[in-house]
T-cell receptor, first 115, second 111 residues
Framework: GAGVSQSPRYKVAKRGQDVALRCDPI?????LFWYQQALGQGPEFLTY????????KSGLPSDRFFAERPEGSVSTLKIQRTQQEDSAVYLC?????????????FGEGSWLTVV | QQQVKQSPQSLIVQKGGISIINCAYE??????FPWYQQFPGKGPALLIA?????SEKKEGRFTISFNKSAKQFSLHIMDSQPGDSATYFC??????????FGTGTSLTVIP
């Protein structure tokens, strides 16, 4: 596709509900990142994939957060038993490959509000 | 632990003036330093980036100054315009594996 596509753009979840956020990276991009951005803050790293391999998940805040990219393209971030502190924008980004200088392209984000 | 520290938090500049945003980092292994521009409701978009082997990079009205010994880099926006009003983030990366972002600077350019 032309850019990184994320869905849904907006999600309101009741506390305790499970949510799934989808990311469709730029076609052919090897690396995929998930970031969490709280209001008025910079993006915070959650996890990173190279193709289907999840190479770094050190930023996932708890075991309620789970990400997958089974075929090395589309990725899903799942949040189980959502809490109010999970309310944030979840940004997906992709780059063409590994190595310094690779431009990271962001999607417009999925805005999650937990009520 | 904040890997990249950014200042100021907000900035108001007159149209035509120079906007300057500063960032500092600790990890000397970082090898790529991009700046992102974010408008409300949109994802961050790459503005300009630099590698540590050069001290300055200029693209149009945007310039990055990089001081390797001080572990600092800054964004200069010359002839600032109201359309530049946005939030700006600096970032640092090592081998493109993970990007660490600053906390952002909200820039307002007044006509």
């Amino acid at each position: 596709g032309a850019g990184v596509s994320q869905s849904p753009r907006y999600k309101v979840a009741k506390r305790g509900q499970d949510v799934a956020l989808r990311c469709d990276p730029i076609s052919g991009h090897v690396s995929l990142f998930w970031y969490q951005q709280a209001l008025g803050q910079g993006p915070e790293f959650l996890t990173y994939f190279q193709n289907e391999a999840q190479l770094d998940k050190s930023g996932l805040p708890s075991d309620r957060f789970f990400a997958e990219r089974p075929e090395g393209s589309v990725s899903t971030l799942k949040i189980q038993r959502t809490q109010q502190e999970d309310s944030a924008v979840y940004l997906c980004a992709s780059t063409q490959g590994r190595g310094a200088g690779n431009t990271i392209y962001f999607g417009e984000g999925s805005w999650l509000t937990v009520v | 632990q904040q890997q990249v520290k950014q200042s100021p938090q907000s900035l108001i500049v007159q149209k035509g003036g120079i906007s300057i945003i500063n960032c500092a980092y600790e990890n000397t292994a970082f090898d790529y330093f991009p700046w992102y521009q974010q408008f409300p409701g949109k994802g961050p978009a790459l503005l300009i980036a630099i590698r540590p082997d050069v001290s300055e990079k200029k693209e149009g009205r945007f310039t990055i100054s990089f001081n390797k010994s001080a572990k600092q880099f800054s964004l200069h926006i010359m002839d600032s315009q109201p359309g530049d009003s946005a939030t700006y983030f600096c970032a640092a990366s090592r081998e493109g594996n993970q990007f660490y972002f600053g906390t952002g600077t909200s820039l307002t350019v007044i006509p």
